[in-house]
């Protein structure tokens, strides 16, 4: 509600460690655009930053954005999550208008110029097509969010839960996730599968 969506992010990690890969965690070093209550659902009167909630995940090994160089890494991952639709860009507030958050365009711009895959779970497929617009995606079935990926300038194809849709031609590779009902465990099969599909195409 107010981070990266836990399960698409820790089974991310599991996927890549899996399949015997590393991994770096980043995050923006800025205050999230909300706090919630995840038992209650409410906003709270707090102020947080994304670099130190984030490092929770990351078991305190966590790195400011601003510090990710594309030419040292493989593969970018995105997972989703109610708080990526706040905080990453403003989708949550704006829909189809959403504005991306300037150091998140600015990696996702150089991972793509190199040509290097671009992993994105749940929401977060929305955001690529903010930043990108040519390129083709999977958010599910969802109408509403197919109509404003479609507004962005997308392609959309619907999809069942843990397939993934991958734009070869664009190296952008996208799975449903909680867009869908799911399971934890069908998180970890959509984030096994599309490490897999990346990792085919690197």
Request: some cysteine.
């Amino acid at each position: 509600m107010d981070g990266s969506e836990i399960h698409e992010a820790v089974m991310t990690l599991l996927a890549i460690d899996r399949n015997d890969c590393s991994y770096t965690i980043f995050a923006p070093d800025k205050p999230q655009r909300s706090v919630v209550n995840h038992a209650t659902k409410e906003n709270m009167n707090e102020t947080r930053n994304m670099l130190v909630e984030a490092a929770r995940i990351a078991r305190g090994d966590i790195h400011p954005i601003s510090e990710y160089d594309p030419t040292h890494f493989d593969a970018l991952v995105f997972p989703g999550g109610f708080g990526a639709a706040k905080n990453l860009f403003t989708y949550a507030f704006d829909g189809a208008k959403a504005k991306v958050d300037p150091d998140i365009a600015k990696i996702i711009k150089e991972t793509h110029k190199l040509r290097k895959p671009i992993g994105a779970l749940c929401i977060a497929p929305v955001l690529l097509a903010c930043v990108l617009h040519n390129i083709t995606i999977t958010v599910g079935t969802d109408k509403q969010t197919i109509s404003d990926v479609e507004q962005m300038g997308a392609t959309h194809i619907n999809t069942n839960q843990t397939e993934v849709i991958a734009d070869k031609e664009n190296m952008i590779f996208s799975t449903p996730c909680y867009m869908l009902p799911a399971t934890i465990a069908d998180i970890a099969d959509c984030a096994e599968n599309l490490i897999e599909a990346i990792l085919e195409n690197l």
